[in-house]
């Protein structure tokens, strides 16, 4: 039972437009949502999060925003640099903790010169 | 770099064989949580550790164990391996686990082969 669904496995996105990262979820008492990047032979980094009484979160170039009522969240990068290039992670948490994360599949990002 | 170390790299062993695998945390985080990634699916929680004892668990194998010792490196023990034990073993640590909302830090990942 995946709780977490990311449900595009890639995304190709031009240098300097910008990506839009999906991730649904179907369990209503997650209430912290955190957004990982992957590089490859290197561990998931911490990028972004939110707690379920925002929806939105701004952090540079990365907002997250959530819809509750969808049980959606998404990650926008703008604009969008080949560095970006990675797997990115979603992932969810209740009661604001951090034990216990449940991920999604990941989407891979691919930025074109 | 993330500061959380994780040894060995690489695995390959074969069934019915028991591994271990050792995490070192970042300095001064008490917290470590171990994940596996199988292949084409996201990061599952196994376990987590707080301070020596263990705090949290998720879907766990009873062939599994793992511990945190005195100095907070922890060792994630794999038994009576089957071929569907091969993944990416991610540790990850943070400072307290009481904060809400803390970051978690993951090592590179060891990447078990079961033939």
């Known amino acids: 039972d995946q709780q977490v669904k990311q449900n595009s496995p890639s995304l190709s996105v031009q240098e300097g437009r910008i990506s839009i990262l999906n991730c649904d979820y179907t369990?209503?008492?997650?209430?912290?949502f955190l957004w990982y990047k992957k590089y490859p032979a290197e561990g998931p980094t911490f990028l972004i999060s939110?707690?379920?009484?925002?929806d939105k979160n701004e952090d540079g170039r990365f907002t997250v925003f959530l819809n509750k009522s969808a049980k959606h969240l998404s990650l926008h990068i703008v604009p969008s640099q080949p560095g970006d290039s990675a797997v990115y992670f979603c992932?969810?948490?209740?009661?604001?903790?951090?034990?216990?994360?449940?991920f999604g599949t990941g989407t891979r990002l691919t930025i074109i010169p | 770099d993330s500061g959380v170390t994780q040894t060995p790299k690489h695995l390959i062993t074969a069934t019915g064989q028991r591994v271990t695998l050792r995490c070192s945390p970042r300095?001064?985080?008490?917290?470590v949580y171990w994940y596996q990634q199988s292949l084409d699916q996201g990061l599952q929680f196994l376990i987590q550790?707080?301070?020596?004892?263990?705090?949290a668990k998720g879907n766990i194998l009873e062939r599994f164990s793992a511990q945190q010792f005195p100095d907070l490196h922890s060792e994630l023990n794999l038994s009576s391996l089957e071929l569907g034990d091969s993944a990416l073993y991610f540790c990850?640590?943070?400072?307290?686990?009481?904060?809400?909302?803390?970051?978690?830090?993951f090592g590179p990942g060891t990447r078990l082969l079961v033939l």
């Open positions: 990850a640590s943070s400072q307290g686990g009481t904060t809400r909302g803390e970051t978690q830090y």
């Open positions: 369990n209503s008492m997650f209430d912290y």
């Open positions: 939110i707690s379920s009484i925002k």
């Open positions: 992932a969810a948490s209740v009661d604001f903790g951090n034990e216990k994360l449940t």
């Open positions: 300095s001064g985080d008490l917290s």
């Open positions: 550790y707080y301070n020596g004892e263990e705090r």
